[in-house]
């Protein structure tokens, strides 16, 4: 039996965490995160809202909430979003409602965010926040996969490149780092840690009522 299955046996819900991904653009992260929700029954995915314009493929609701600029302020002064950031010239936001309800669920909720938000999560959250920040293999590999996904026009690729020198110093900020060399590994990888961080002793809020059994029958 699994450390994961056997938890569930514990009365009561587990508490939900934040599961928040980080990387520099192009080295993974949301690979990796569609590959770990798949596999994951007790993980779903926090949407965010967000100013960038929707690129081919993406659908509003599964990818993204796309809004425009002025309704993106609103929430922000309704302190409706969790966090919130600029990045590349555009608007992210995680909303507050929805994460909170399904860690009161004992859901975990993943968050591919940039390491800004990742920041002010973490002052938001506190222990409930665990952080992965996903690095490439290379520089060069890096550009590569940028250009290979062919979704941003080349002057857009060496601004994100140009970016890495800054975003790479925030790797000390997060829990877990892992280079992700071969997507299946970097996926196994991050299934252990969600395994290991559902059965911390802060996560289980029943467990001191479930212990009192084993003493009560002596």
Do not use: C
Not at 41 to 58: A, C, I, K, Q, Y
């Amino acid at each position: 039996m699994s450390l994961v299955s056997l938890n569930k046996l514990i009365p009561g819900r587990r508490r939900g965490l934040m599961l928040v991904m980080s990387s520099p653009s192009g080295a993974g992260k949301t690979s990796i995160s569609r590959a770990v929700l798949e596999r994951e029954d007790e993980l779903e995915l926090s949407v965010s809202v967000t100013t960038r314009p929707r690129r081919p493929g993406e659908v509003e609701g599964r990818d993204y909430h796309f809004v425009g600029r002025e309704t993106f302020d609103a929430m922000v002064a309704a302190d409706a979003l969790l966090e919130h950031a600029t990045v590349y010239g555009h608007a992210y936001g995680t909303p507050r409602q929805a994460v909170f309800d399904a860690m009161a669920a004992g859901k975990d909720v993943l968050f591919d965010i940039d390491w800004q938000g990742a920041q002010q999560m973490r002052e938001a959250a506190g222990v409930d926040m665990v952080g992965v920040f996903i690095l490439p293999p290379s520089t060069e590999e890096l550009a590569r996969r940028l250009r290979s996904r062919a979704q941003d026009s080349e002057e857009v690729v060496r601004y994100r490149l140009a970016q890495i020198a800054n975003d790479v110093t925030h790797w000390p900020e997060y829990d877990y780092v892992l280079i992700n060399n071969d997507l299946e590994e970097s996926v196994r990888t991050v299934r252990a840690i969600l395994t290991a961080e559902r059965v911390r002793r802060k996560r289980q809020p029943a467990l001191t009522e479930f212990v009192q059994q084993f003493r009560a029958a002596r």
